[in-house]
Structures are given as C-alpha cells and as structure tokens.
C-alpha cells in the first residue's frame, strides 16, 4: 500500500468513512487546494513569504507537518531533507501531498471539519476545511478566491 493510501486508510477507519470514497473526495481536495495556493504548479514560491511548493507551506509550517504525518505512516527517508531545507517545493507531489493531509488531517480539532471532506466531498466543507486549517487569517480576495475555486462560485456578500 502506497503511503498515501495508508494514511487515508487510517483515517478513514478512524473516523468510520468509506476508505475509497475518502480517498476520491482527498484527492479532488488537495487538487483544488494545489489550484488555490500555488496554481496548481509543484515548484515556485511566495516572493513575500517563505511559502514554497504546490500547497505553499511556509517554512514554519514544514516541521510541525512532518511531525504530525510521522505519527500516522511513521519515518520516511524524505522527511528529514524536507525537515533541514523547510523547503516543499525540493520534493514530489506524492510527498507534498502527503505533507498537507497529514498535516490537516492531524490538526487537533480537525475531525469536524475533514470528515464531510472525505465522507461527502462537499465542496463547502473543502472550502471552510482549506480556510480553517491551511490558509488561516485569510483577506477578502482569498475568501473571493476560495469561493470561485472550491463552489464555483462567486457570492457577493461584500
């Protein structure tokens, strides 16, 4: 079993969802998450922050993910690179990916707002899951923008 299926597999029995159909709704999540943060794109980062990579994790942000996947899929040889450089950008996207739902699904408190993620892939629930617990402190075009990219939709409540 691949690393990914592992770690949605744990929690998927863990909070008693279906594994393969949390695992669809996981993919289609960290792709619109992908699209939010960094246009979809692997490498490049943020010229004002330190945010790199596909989900724009900022350097702060890489260790404490790592910590929080260890403890569901254990050490992988990745890890401690990533754990040095702080940079995600230097890895693929499996291990990015991996990096953003361990470090989401991980997240104290985040059982509320993941398991309708996996469970009914609502797009809502992706959008407050992706404010909430990736993109914290977000400014009203991130919220325009989340809108657009998770529904599809623009609701002008300005």
Request: proline letters at 3%; charged letters at 25%; a neutral charge.
């Amino acid at each position: 079993m691949d690393d990914l299926r592992l770690l949605i597999s744990l929690h998927s029995k863990r909070l008693n969802v279906d594994v393969e159909v949390a695992y669809e709704n996981l993919m289609l999540f960290s792709t619109l998450v992908g699209i939010m943060e960094n246009d979809g794109k692997l490498t490049g980062g943020n010229p004002y922050s330190t945010a790199k990579g596909l989900y724009q994790f900022v350097d702060g942000s890489v260790g404490p993910a790592i910590n929080r996947l260890k403890r569901y899929i254990g050490d992988r040889p990745w890890m401690s690179s990533l754990y040095v450089s702080r940079d995600a950008s230097t890895v693929g996207w499996e291990e990015q990916t991996l990096l953003l739902l361990g470090d989401l699904l991980g997240k104290r408190g985040s059982d509320r707002l993941m398991r309708p993620v996996m469970q009914y892939g609502n797009r809502e629930s992706m959008r407050k899951a992706y404010l909430i617990l990736h993109h914290t402190n977000p400014d009203s075009a991130t919220n325009r923008r989340a809108e657009v990219v998770f529904n599809g939709t623009l609701n002008d409540d300005r």
